[in-house]
């Protein structure tokens, strides 16, 4: 933890009071004693709805003001703002990640996403937003508070209101909350919260409201890892599905059937301890898919309701492609930046069924270091400062020898007699791909150019072309992956 004591506190309390007053110009007072700004109501929805995940301390300082409705005055204060970022957070010994996991696991229950207030007919506007973003401001401070007290790391969360707002509207819409998780590390991008959420809205609005865990791009997974996530599921009670919206929006259908014929084959072959059966581990057509959503949906009160699907998920989990391969049309746009879709739809997916897209958003969740993030496609690659931490992790996690048949590169790592280990380290990786591609800096002497290597090796990760993929919980990852790394 760095500190920083400011003693010109003078100046830095003009410099806060000119920051507010920008963003209090042409601000009017309401009735009610709230403020509505000229300023924002002049802004288009887009701008208003940009997400944010990270802010600089003075920018949070601010917004968290803000939403509290603090004014400032200046006075000669020592203002302190305490910085919390990790220092080498890659650099994570198996002792200090188990030590991690464990405050991970008696901790998990608070990571919960922020509740509307209760409102109806006699609410003003006004009122509302008022409520609201007090909820929102004590939300963020409970979440502030569990990584001070217990030294943990969150994801750079959503911490926009605005589009937290548009997952209440979908949510209370809807009579399905799908929520699409990236089959590779499907608990990373699940919040466990937003169905106990659901749960609670369904109770008070006296509703009867589903959740729904899509697992997408099952196609990464084979059959046994299919398997032992759909033994987890159903251990935990958890309603789940398996798709691939890249197959599905190839309209392979021979390739979809081919993958659930292996199944079938296996599944005859070894009995499974569990009830785990067929049905549970097939891979859905697009069809299959909106007939579960039928199956799962409550019933409608007359024939003439439609059925409302919310669909929710991180950005680049393929909730876009989700909904092409659903349409059979590219009606929505998808692409590789997070936070495409700024807003929330409605898209007729058939005479009974309609679709709600909630924007891709980022719930808060835990993770061990700020590589993993960037190796889950949570921060972004080409903004990334430091790449030797994604690279050492991805390093670890891919065997040497696949990385090497992959890529046809020879990697030199350090003797063991020096020390080494077999694994490749970030340097040792990103020099010899630099190296086999040309990517020479020079302006360094003729040194490879182990940034832009670790730019190539990060997105052919994100994208699936180097895999890994994560167990459930308690299963060994070695062992786990073994089928990927097996040569023939």
């Given at each position: 933890?760095?500190?920083?004591?400011?003693?010109?506190?003078?100046?830095?309390?003009?410099?806060?009071?000119?920051?507010?007053?920008?963003?209090?110009?042409?601000?009017?007072?309401?009735?009610?004693?709230?403020?509505?700004?000229?300023?924002?109501?002049?802004?288009?929805?887009?701008?208003?709805?940009?997400s944010v995940t990270q802010e600089r301390d003075l920018d949070e300082f601010l917004n968290t003001a803000e939403l509290a409705g603090t004014d400032f005055t200046a006075t000669k204060l020592n203002i302190k703002i305490l910085h919390q970022d990790q220092t080498n957070p890659f650099l994570l010994?198996?002792?200090?990640?188990?030590?991690?996991?464990?405050?991970?696991?008696?901790?998990?229950?608070?990571?919960?996403?922020?509740?509307?207030?209760?409102?109806?007919?006699?609410?003003?506007?006004?009122?509302?937003?008022?409520?609201?973003?007090?909820?929102?401001?004590?939300?963020?401070?409970?979440?502030?508070?569990?990584?001070?007290?217990?030294?943990?790391?969150?994801?750079?969360?959503?911490?926009?209101?605005?589009?937290?707002?548009?997952?209440?509207?979908?949510?209370?819409?809807?009579?399905?909350?799908?929520?699409?998780?990236?089959?590779?590390?499907?608990?990373?991008?699940?919040?466990?919260?937003?169905?106990?959420?659901?749960?609670?809205?369904?109770?008070?609005?006296?509703?009867?409201?589903?959740?729904?865990?899509?697992?997408?791009?099952?196609?990464?997974?084979?059959?046994?890892?299919?398997?032992?996530?759909?033994?987890?599921?159903?251990?935990?009670?958890?309603?789940?599905?398996?798709?691939?919206?890249?197959?599905?929006?190839?309209?392979?259908?021979?390739?979809?059937?081919?993958?659930?014929?292996?199944?079938?084959?296996?599944?005859?072959?070894?009995?499974?301890?569990?009830?785990?059966?067929?049905?549970?581990?097939?891979?859905?057509?697009?069809?299959?898919?909106?007939?579960?959503?039928?199956?799962?949906?409550?019933?409608?009160?007359?024939?003439?309701?439609?059925?409302?699907?919310?669909?929710?998920?991180?950005?680049?989990?393929?909730?876009?492609?989700?909904?092409?391969?659903?349409?059979?049309?590219?009606?929505?746009?998808?692409?590789?930046?997070?936070?495409?879709?700024?807003?929330?739809?409605?898209?007729?997916?058939?005479?009974?069924?309609?679709?709600?897209?909630?924007?891709?958003?980022?719930?808060?969740?835990?993770?061990?270091?700020?590589?993993?993030?960037?190796?889950?496609?949570?921060?972004?690659?080409?903004?990334?400062?430091?790449?030797?931490?994604?690279?050492?992790?991805?390093?670890?996690?891919?065997?040497?020898?696949?990385?090497?048949?992959?890529?046809?590169?020879?990697?030199?790592?350090?003797?063991?007699?020096?020390?080494?280990?077999?694994?490749?380290?970030?340097?040792?990786?990103?020099?010899?791909?630099?190296?086999?591609?040309?990517?020479?800096?020079?302006?360094?002497?003729?040194?490879?150019?182990?940034?832009?290597?670790?730019?190539?090796?990060?997105?052919?990760?994100?994208?699936?072309?180097?895999?890994?993929?994560?167990?459930?919980?308690?299963?060994?990852?070695?062992?786990?992956?073994?089928?990927?790394?097996?040569?023939?």
């Amino acid at each position: 933890m760095v500190q920083k004591t400011f003693h010109h506190a003078n100046g830095l309390g003009h410099a806060i009071i000119n920051a507010r007053n920008k963003t209090r110009r042409g601000q009017r007072a309401l009735p009610d004693g709230t403020t509505d700004s000229s300023r924002e109501e002049r802004q288009p929805g887009w701008v208003r709805l940009q997400s944010v995940t990270q802010e600089r301390d003075l920018d949070e300082f601010l917004n968290t003001a803000e939403l509290a409705g603090t004014d400032f005055t200046a006075t000669k204060l020592n203002i302190k703002i305490l910085h919390q970022d990790q220092t080498n957070p890659f650099l994570l010994t198996d002792e200090q990640q188990q030590e991690v996991n464990e405050r991970q696991r008696s901790n998990r229950r608070r990571l919960t996403v922020p509740r509307r207030p209760y409102w109806d007919s006699s609410t003003t506007p006004g009122e509302l937003d008022k409520a609201e973003r007090m909820a929102f401001l004590e939300w963020r401070r409970g979440l502030a508070e569990l990584e001070e007290q217990h030294d943990l790391l969150l994801t750079p969360f959503e911490r926009n209101i605005e589009v937290w707002r548009q997952l209440w509207r979908v949510v209370e819409r809807s009579s399905v909350v799908v929520q699409i998780c990236d089959a590779r590390e499907p608990l990373f991008y699940r919040s466990q919260d937003l169905a106990v959420y659901i749960r609670e809205l369904a109770f008070n609005e006296k509703k009867d409201k589903r959740n729904l865990l899509l697992i997408n791009k099952a196609d990464m997974l084979s059959v046994r890892q299919r398997r032992l996530w759909a033994r987890y599921f159903k251990r935990e009670q958890i309603k789940f599905a398996f798709f691939s919206a890249v197959m599905a929006s190839l309209e392979d259908s021979l390739a979809v059937m081919r993958l659930n014929d292996e199944i079938n084959e296996e599944l005859q072959k070894e009995q499974d301890e569990d009830d785990v059966t067929a049905d549970d581990i097939n891979v859905l057509s697009v069809d299959q898919l909106e007939d579960l959503f039928l199956k799962t949906a409550p019933p409608p009160e007359s024939e003439t309701d439609k059925i409302y699907i919310g669909l929710v998920g991180y950005p680049n989990v393929g909730k876009s492609s989700t909904i092409n391969a659903l349409l059979g049309a590219k009606k929505v746009s998808v692409s590789a930046t997070p936070g495409k879709t700024k807003h929330f739809q409605t898209i007729h997916l058939s005479e009974r069924v309609v679709l709600c897209d909630c924007p891709g958003l980022v719930f808060p969740n835990f993770a061990s270091t700020k590589a993993e993030l960037v190796c889950n496609g949570v921060l972004p690659i080409d903004q990334m400062r430091e790449y030797t931490g994604p690279a050492g992790l991805v390093a670890k996690r891919i065997p040497k020898a696949h990385l090497e048949q992959i890529y046809g590169i020879k990697i030199q790592t350090r003797p063991e007699i020096d020390g080494g280990t077999g694994i490749p380290n970030a340097d040792e990786l990103l020099g010899a791909y630099a190296i086999a591609r040309g990517f020479i800096r020079s302006s360094k002497g003729g040194r490879p150019d182990e940034s832009k290597a670790a730019r190539v090796i990060l997105k052919d990760y994100v994208k699936g072309k180097l895999l890994y993929c994560t167990p459930p919980p308690g299963l060994d990852p070695v062992e786990y992956n073994k089928e990927t790394y097996a040569t023939n």
